[in-house]
């Protein structure tokens, strides 16, 4: 398992790292609001895709409160999203896109408060070392 999540792991940081440098590149070519236009556009046709796959599979909504903490999962998303997009216009990529994957921290602390998850110490140490980092990459 840990061979396969190391390489899952490693295909998601290298696209992730063409998506935050494509998005940096294209948003100095064209300004945030052209790149919210056609990155949504783009979105918009990956997502009717996507529903369309899913319906064909037989994929239905929830019934339960989960339709709810996904609703705002993606809103938190799209508004992240957002910012990203004025923050890569605003400031430089290689500061921007390194401090914005921070948010994994986040993610992982409400996991352990809220979900009950459980931490190894070379994981909290891992995280402190990231904000750390963080800290250095805005100075």
């Not at 996904?70 to 004025?86: A, H, K, N, Q, R």
Request: hydrophobic content about 55%.
């Amino acid at each position: 398992m840990k061979a396969e999540m190391s390489v899952v792991g490693l295909l998601i940081v290298v696209l992730w790292g063409f998506w935050g440098f494509l998005y940096k590149y294209g948003v100095e070519k064209v300004g945030l609001l052209q790149a919210l236009l056609v990155t949504n556009i783009f979105y918009f046709i990956t997502n009717i895709v996507i529903i369309i796959f899913l319906i064909h599979r037989g994929v239905n909504l929830p019934k339960d409160t989960s339709l709810v903490i996904l609703g705002l999962g993606t809103l938190f998303g799209t508004i992240g999203s957002i910012g990203f997009l004025y923050a890569l216009e605003h400031f430089p990529g290689s500061v921007v896109i390194p401090f914005t994957a921070l948010y994994p921290a986040i993610s992982s602390i409400l996991a352990v408060l809220i979900l009950q998850e459980r931490m190894k110490s070379s994981t909290v140490i891992g995280i402190i070392l990231a904000v750390i980092a963080g800290y250095f990459l805005t100075r």
